[in-house]
């Protein structure tokens, strides 16, 4: 790639005039990215989608542009995803009827994503095979690699022959047409070609493909009026947006008008809190706790290393203390959160703070696109902390340190990756009040799958209702380790259950064999219902069902038996210290098991003290279809009746008091877990 028109100069042109120098950017080079656009589609309007698309990303992403990477780089890799994108979008097969069988990009479309993303950077737009793993997120050895590979199909699709030559020397083809190949090895694979016919028919052909591939950059002939019709597009959406701009700053201009006129009434008749926090509170959460005078704006600031938090306000009541804030990076686009976990400590947790309590509820982070949030540099949460002890106080917050939010999961290895902080020292003394909550009885029993619950009490607080309930695990073959909701339903109000505020363990009732927990929904406060529907989701059973299977490490594997109707099967017995046994089960919808539960029996367990652990699982996400979605790509709440099975187990076992090999000889299945999906609905009076 010619970098030298990557110059500081245009780079500060670029952000001087936006959109027309982006224009003029792509104008300088359309016959390349043409070229680039037509391995992913074949139809004009298609390639100009992509032209589009990349000018507006790229426009709108201008501010995270750095000065030490290359701009053409940088540029491309928008085209490529935005290509990639379009083809996922879009299929070509249709277009591909129209194009010759021997055309260059009909054979391109026969080709790996890799392989033809690297030809076509490679050849179409001259990036360096550094430039190429930069874009593609691969090394220089997988360059060469595809790029050899890629090139060897085109030639067998174009109908050049087939050539072989002698695979020890195949990898020096690229080097050596690129004239980067060291003068001794060049010399030395120069001495074999000259010796070699088959190597000589090989190169050659190999060549032809290669200064084919070169040379289509020039011979690709653009569409008349393509640049034009791709800028009148843009110039079309900057119109309508700044349209849209005039007419919400004469929205915003009306309302301030109206404003002032029902300021003066708002006083009068006693409703300019609920005016007020309808139009000036954008979280809808605290706009309503801030309309019934259950909270106050507090917006305390404070500020470090470049970060800025603000605390909006606090709500305090028997079961949290929510707090809302903002936090703003004034010198780049991150976005950070506070966890109450890390990082964040409580001064005078031991004077205001419940220390009975024994669990804090989990604060996820909140979809910034959901709440309308377009500045990448801001995030705006909430944090959950333990109930306050006292009637009002201060609490005296300090946070350390602020954890990063991925902001494309897709893009950036989503929430599984690396966790990242921002340190810093930031103090406030938030004030507060605590605010009543309404507790009902409610002594209900219900049969939910042949096992005894009891829903215990109802606590209706301003920030969420809390559902306490109980469950028998006595005797029996199956048990209940885990309840979920669906919901709560009034007359007038549906609200639902919070993913991770449920399942909260409060204690046990030995003596009754009686365990209580709690979950938690959004809240019914203001509601003030007089009967509640409660409507179950989904109990989590362990089930006892016992199975011996005799394992033997001489016979040959894999070994396979049947269990519920399924089959597993011993792929591997491994006898050492540790020992390993790798099992697999088939997987359907049928199948009765989700996991197994099991404990295994050596030639060692009478005289000597044998341990166990799982080393490694994998399993699969299924739905009620029997449709499998994958596990770091999936929205739990958009999936129908989601049960996660295990597949594959790698268990080790170790001898703790010797160095003598464990000798696995019997498989005891001990029974299983599953997860049954209820629609029990129990109505509540609340008293």
Same mark, same amino acid.
């Given at each position: ?116 993303? /690297? ?14 793993? +930069? ?16 090139? +060897? ?143 106050? +704006? ?247 069902? +016992? ?17 519920? /109707? ?122």
């Amino acid at each position: 790639m010619n970098t030298s028109q990557t110059a500081p100069l245009l780079i500060s042109r670029v952000r001087e005039k936006d959109l027309e120098m982006v224009m003029e950017w792509f104008l300088q080079r359309k016959q390349s990215f043409y070229a680039l656009g037509q391995i992913y589609v074949s139809k004009q309007e298609d390639i100009e989608d992509i032209f589009y698309r990349s000018i507006i990303s790229i426009h709108n992403e201008l501010h995270r542009f750095k000065k030490d990477t290359s701009f053409d780089t940088w540029a491309i890799s928008h085209f490529i995803h935005n290509g990639r994108d379009l083809t996922k979008d879009k299929s070509f097969r249709d277009s591909e009827s129209q194009m010759s069988d021997q055309t260059l990009f009909h054979a391109f479309h026969q080709l790996d994503d890799l392989e033809k993303e /690297g030809i076509a950077l490679s050849y179409f737009n001259e990036c360096s095979y550094e430039e190429v793993g +930069r874009i593609l997120d691969i090394s220089e050895e997988k360059v060469k690699f595809v790029l050899f590979s890629g090139v +060897r199909k085109l030639r067998k699709e174009l109908d050049h022959g087939s050539f072989e030559g002698c695979p020890e020397y195949h990898k020096h083809y690229l080097d050596y047409l690129g004239r980067t190949m060291d003068r001794p090895e060049k010399v030395e694979f120069e001495m074999h070609i000259y010796h070699c016919q088959g190597c000589q028919e090989d190169l050659a052909s190999f060549q032809e493909v290669v200064l084919t591939l070169a040379g289509m950059t020039d011979a690709v002939e653009v569409p008349a009026g393509l640049i034009e019709r791709i800028k009148s597009k843009v110039e079309e959406r900057e119109a309508r947006r700044q349209r849209k701009k005039k007419k919400r700053k004469s929205i915003w201009l009306s309302i301030a008008g109206v404003f002032a006129m029902v300021v003066s009434m708002g006083f009068v008749t006693g409703g300019f809190s609920s005016l007020y926090y309808a139009w000036t509170e954008e979280d809808e959460q605290l706009r309503v706790i801030l309309q019934h005078d259950l909270g106050e +704006r507090l917006n305390l600031e404070s500020e470090s290393n470049g970060v800025k938090i603000t605390i909006k306000s606090v709500v305090a009541d028997d079961v949290q203390t929510l707090v809302f804030y903002e936090i703003e990076d004034t010198e780049k686009d991150n976005r950070y959160m506070m966890n109450a976990h890390e990082g964040v400590h409580i001064e005078n947790e031991y004077d205001v703070m419940r220390r009975d309590v024994q669990h804090m509820y989990y604060s996820p982070p909140v979809d910034q696109d959901e709440i309308q949030n377009e500045e990448k540099n801001v995030y705006k949460g909430t944090m959950s902390l333990l109930p306050v002890s006292v009637g009002s106080g201060t609490i005296k917050l300090n946070v350390a340190r602020l954890m990063q939010i991925v902001q494309d999961p897709k893009k950036d290895g989503g929430y599984r990756g690396e966790v990242t902080f921002a340190e810093g020292d930031w103090s406030f003394d938030i004030p507060f009040t605590k605010q009543s909550s309404r507790v009902h009885k409610l002594d209900k029993e219900t049969d939910i799958d042949g096992i005894q619950v009891r829903l215990d009490k109802l606590t209706v607080a301003p920030t969420t209702t809390l559902l306490q309930y109980s469950f028998q695990n006595q005797g029996g073959d199956k048990r209940i380790d885990v309840i979920t909701f669906d919901a709560l339903e009034t007359d007038k109000k549906k609200v639902e259950a919070d993913l991770f505020g449920s399942n909260m363990y409060v204690e046990s009732f030995d003596q009754e064999g009686w365990t209580a927990y709690t979950s938690s929904f959004n809240t019914l406060y203001f509601e003030n219902p007089k009967e509640v529907t409660i409507q179950f989701d989904s109990i989590h059973l362990s089930v006892d069902d +016992r199975k011996t299977i005799e394992l033997d490490a001489a016979k040959d594997m894999p070994q396979t038996f049947e269990y519920l /109707g399924n089959n597993i099967t011993i792929d591997e017995i491994k006898v050492g210290n540790p020992a390993k046994v790798i099992l697999t089960h088939d997987v359907s919808k049928d199948r009765p098991y989700e996991r197994v539960i099991y404990g295994f029996s050596s030639d060692h367990l009478r005289t000597e003290n044998i341990s166990m652990g799982v080393s490694d699982t994998d399993g699969v996400l299924m739905d009620k279809t029997g449709k499998i979605h994958k596990i770091d790509a999936y929205e739990y709440d958009q999936m129908n009746q989601p049960r996660y099975f295990e597949t594959i187990q790698t268990i080790d076992f170790y001898n703790d008091s010797s160095r003598e090999d464990v000798t696995p000889t019997k498989l005891e299945i001990e029974g299983y877990s599953t997860t049954k999906y209820v629609d029990d609905r129990v109505k509540v009076k609340l008293d």
